[in-house]
């Protein structure tokens, strides 16, 4: 009954924009840390972007000052605005709720 749907990815060139959201049901929403992950294949999957009950974030090194993770605690939503998007941002973007739910990715291709 858990379901979290990532939406909002597609094909953009380098520069560009994309905002991700995930829609979260069945959980209760407003106590959880939401995270962002991505992962390309053969590659680890790696923590983008979090932001805890209290709006809190974190965000890694390599999308600090172009990633921006917000939350809508009303629309049980979380999104990830992403601007001055580069090659090497190019994976499947995943959605995680509390320590152990996860939606099933979204692709993000940047790519002239």
């Known amino acids: 009954q858990v379901q979290l749907v990532e939406s909002g990815g597609g094909l953009v060139q380098p520069g560009g924009s994309l905002r991700l959201s995930c829609a979260a049901s069945g959980i209760t929403f407003s106590t959880s840390t939401m995270s962002w992950y991505r992962q390309d294949p053969g590659k680890l999957r790696e923590l983008v972007a979090s932001?805890?009950?209290?709006?809190?974030?974190n965000y890694a090194d390599s999308v600090k000052g172009r990633f921006t993770i917000s939350r809508d605690n009303a629309k049980n939503t979380v999104y990830l605005q992403m601007n001055s998007l580069k090659p090497e941002d190019t994976a499947v973007y995943y959605c995680?709720?509390?320590?152990?739910?996860w939606g099933q990715g979204t692709q993000v291709t940047v790519s002239s």
């Open positions: 995680k709720a509390f320590l152990y739910y």
């Open positions: 932001i805890t009950s209290g709006g809190k974030t």
